[in-house]
């Protein structure tokens, strides 16, 4: 291990000596523990990395000179659309995924690397459960829709087939998530085939350019963003993984997503018979001030440009046929080629600019009392997952309906939208849809039938609760067998047990 003068020589080239002001006060195993964390720090990295924070922070936020006029939007050449195409083309994407996926060129790639702060809980999102009848979290959602997923490749192609999940997590969420894992047995997943890493962490900057200390023996660090997956995927040899897998093809996604349809065979079909090296499901945006992201061109190049840089009267113009004319909303939820994500490693990484986050960040001060801020005093570096955009050589985008694929949970349920309430209600309706597009019924206690759905973004409770689980069905497929011409009344689990004890 380095000594406390070999590290403090280092830090003092940085210009961040000050980090170990209160090494004298501590214990001999605490300051061994800050030192073991300071060492790594290389001097001219860390000198940068806190100068471009500081420099960063001091620009006012402006959207870039002139990007209005360098705006396009997505060709139609580009464009996929899994509402807008006919029945025979989507049933080709479709098969064109369960082949790839039976032949195991497929994998899924979580990003998982955040905490559930704005939920208002300390561990991971993933763990997190909006109310479900069942009382499924993130995780098990997600973990039965690979199981489905496999079930139906092979099915359909008379083999075993196996999807890996590769899960990126923070030093923050790797131990909960791991051992939630482990206590939940895989969710019936192969432990084999599923694969946690950690992305690396970056110290948080004060407004001034010093790293911040959180506590007298622990420096304020922050997950690189979730554009940090392509040095973790570098660091931690999964691509090397990936590559003796056969893995082909990866769909990677944010944890935080309740209705993401892993692996996606409609989606990977799409972009494999494209030719694509990369790719981005949208949703069409609600309205245009709307704040998420626009996948579009710039200056030629496939981009999404945040919300806040595009202009009111920009983000207000329309196409001939009334929908917004930069009306591609980025929902994080990619195609990449293995190859592709191979050359972003080794060529294109460094070449990545970091976003400014700037947040509430826990300190001590110079009497080293430690100080919760009430307001923002921290800057968090960080980079994009779509940041390679622009580096792909064949970049396509898909369409698909918000109802039915995208519904994100980041706030608590104060918040009047993304919270768990607005979660479970588009889960719930979203299987409702099903149930009724299958043929069943929905009856109160003397019979009478209750109203149909509202409008699918309508946002209210559903008229009545019903909940498929993915091991049943993954995006409302094979339920008419159990379904039409039968009454039911709420609620309705529909699981592997009960399709297996409830036959008509």
């Given at each position: 291990?380095?000594?406390?003068?070999?590290?403090?020589?280092?830090?003092?080239?940085?210009?961040?000596?000050?980090?170990?002001?209160?090494s004298a006060e501590l214990a001999p195993g605490a300051r061994a523990a800050l030192l073991a964390a300071l060492a790594?720090?290389?001097?001219?990295?860390?000198?940068?990395?806190?100068?471009?924070?500081?420099?960063?922070?001091?620009?006012?936020?402006?959207?870039?000179?002139?990007?209005?006029?360098?705006?396009r939007p997505l060709p139609p050449e580009r464009l996929g659309s899994a509402a807008r195409s006919d029945p025979a083309?989507?049933?080709?994407?479709?098969?064109?995924?369960?082949?790839?996926?039976?032949?195991?060129?497929?994998?899924?790639?979580?990003?998982?690397?955040?905490?559930?702060?704005?939920?208002?809980?300390?561990?991971?999102?993933?763990?997190?459960?909006?109310?479900?009848?069942?009382?499924?979290?993130?995780?098990?959602?997600?973990?039965?829709?690979?199981?489905?997923?496999?079930?139906?490749?092979?099915?359909?192609?008379?083999?075993?087939?196996?999807?890996?999940?590769?899960?990126?997590?923070?030093?923050?969420?790797?131990?909960?998530?791991?051992?939630?894992?482990?206590?939940?047995?895989?969710?019936?997943?192969?432990?084999?085939?599923?694969?946690?890493?950690?992305?690396?962490?970056?110290?948080?900057?004060?407004?001034?350019?010093?790293?911040?200390?959180?506590?007298?023996?622990?420096?304020?660090?922050?997950?690189?963003?979730?554009?940090?997956?392509?040095?973790?995927?570098?660091?931690?040899?999964?691509?090397?993984?990936?590559?003796?897998?056969?893995?082909?093809?990866?769909?990677?996604?944010?944890?935080?997503?309740?209705?993401?349809?892993?692996?996606?065979?409609?989606?990977?079909?799409?972009?494999?018979?494209?030719?694509?090296?990369?790719?981005?499901?949208?949703?069409?945006?609600?309205?245009?001030?709307?704040?998420?992201?626009?996948?579009?061109?710039?200056?030629?190049?496939?981009?999404?440009?945040?919300?806040?840089?595009?202009?009111?009267?920009?983000?207000?113009?329309?196409?001939?046929?009334?929908?917004?004319?930069?009306?591609?909303?980025?929902?994080?939820?990619?195609?990449?080629?293995?190859?592709?994500?191979?050359?972003?490693?080794?060529?294109?990484?460094?070449?990545?600019?970091?976003?400014?986050?700037?947040?509430?960040?826990?300190?001590?001060?110079?009497?080293?009392?430690?100080?919760?801020?009430?307001?923002?005093?921290?800057?968090?570096?960080?980079?994009?997952?779509?940041?390679?955009?622009?580096?792909?050589?064949?970049?396509?985008?898909?369409?698909?309906?918000?109802?039915?694929?995208?519904?994100?949970?980041?706030?608590?349920?104060?918040?009047?939208?993304?919270?768990?309430?607005?979660?479970?209600?588009?889960?719930?309706?979203?299987?409702?849809?099903?149930?009724?597009?299958?043929?069943?019924?929905?009856?109160?206690?003397?019979?009478?039938?209750?109203?149909?759905?509202?409008?699918?973004?309508?946002?209210?409770?559903?008229?009545?609760?019903?909940?498929?689980?993915?091991?049943?069905?993954?995006?409302?497929?094979?339920?008419?067998?159990?379904?039409?011409?039968?009454?039911?009344?709420?609620?309705?689990?529909?699981?592997?047990?009960?399709?297996?004890?409830?036959?008509?």
């Amino acid at each position: 291990m380095a000594s406390e003068a070999a590290v403090r020589a280092r830090l003092r080239r940085a210009g961040q000596e000050h980090l170990l002001r209160f090494s004298a006060e501590l214990a001999p195993g605490a300051r061994a523990a800050l030192l073991a964390a300071l060492a790594p720090l290389e001097p001219g990295a860390l000198r940068e990395h806190c100068g471009r924070a500081a420099a960063a922070r001091a620009r006012p936020p402006a959207p870039p000179p002139g990007l209005a006029a360098r705006l396009r939007p997505l060709p139609p050449e580009r464009l996929g659309s899994a509402a807008r195409s006919d029945p025979a083309t989507r049933r080709l994407w479709e098969e064109e995924g369960l082949r790839q996926i039976a032949l195991n060129k497929v994998a899924v790639l979580l990003l998982a690397g955040g905490q559930g702060t704005r939920l208002g809980v300390a561990y991971p999102k993933g763990m997190y459960q909006v109310g479900l009848p069942s009382g499924k979290t993130l995780y098990q959602l997600q973990a039965e829709r690979i199981r489905r997923v496999e079930q139906l490749a092979g099915g359909r192609h008379g083999t075993r087939c196996t999807v890996p999940w590769y899960i990126m997590t923070s030093e923050f969420t790797l131990g909960p998530t791991a051992q939630f894992f482990e206590e939940h047995g895989f969710f019936g997943l192969d432990p084999g085939n599923v694969v946690m890493f950690e992305q690396r962490m970056l110290p948080a900057v004060a407004f001034d350019g010093r790293a911040i200390l959180e506590r007298k023996d622990k420096v304020a660090m922050a997950p690189d963003g979730n554009g940090g997956l392509y040095c973790a995927l570098a660091d931690h040899g999964i691509l090397e993984d990936m590559e003796q897998r056969g893995v082909e093809f990866v769909h990677v996604y944010c944890v935080d997503n309740i209705l993401v349809r892993l692996a996606d065979p409609v989606f990977i079909g799409f972009c494999v018979l494209r030719g694509a090296d990369c790719g981005a499901k949208v949703v069409e945006k609600a309205y245009p001030e709307e704040p998420v992201g626009v996948v579009c061109l710039v200056d030629g190049a496939p981009q999404v440009v945040e919300y806040s840089e595009i202009s009111p009267e920009t983000a207000s113009l329309r196409t001939p046929g009334g929908g917004l004319l930069y009306g591609a909303g980025n929902i994080c939820n990619h195609f990449f080629t293995r190859s592709f994500l191979q050359a972003v490693t080794r060529e294109f990484e460094p070449l990545l600019q970091p976003h400014v986050a700037v947040k509430k960040v826990p300190y001590v001060d110079e009497q080293g009392n430690q100080v919760q801020p009430l307001e923002p005093n921290g800057i968090k570096m960080e980079k994009f997952v779509f940041d390679v955009f622009p580096f792909a050589e064949n970049f396509v985008a898909f369409e698909v309906l918000r109802e039915e694929e995208f519904s994100p949970l980041k706030n608590a349920d104060a918040a009047d939208r993304d919270n768990p309430t607005t979660a479970r209600r588009a889960l719930l309706a979203q299987h409702l849809r099903w149930a009724l597009q299958a043929g069943a019924r929905f009856v109160d206690a003397h019979g009478a039938p209750l109203p149909g759905l509202a409008s699918p973004l309508s946002g209210g409770e559903p008229p009545a609760v019903c909940e498929i689980s993915p091991l049943v069905s993954y995006a409302g497929e094979g339920l008419e067998v159990h379904l039409r011409g039968r009454e039911f009344q709420s609620p309705l689990i529909l699981d592997e047990h009960w399709i297996g004890a409830s036959q008509p």
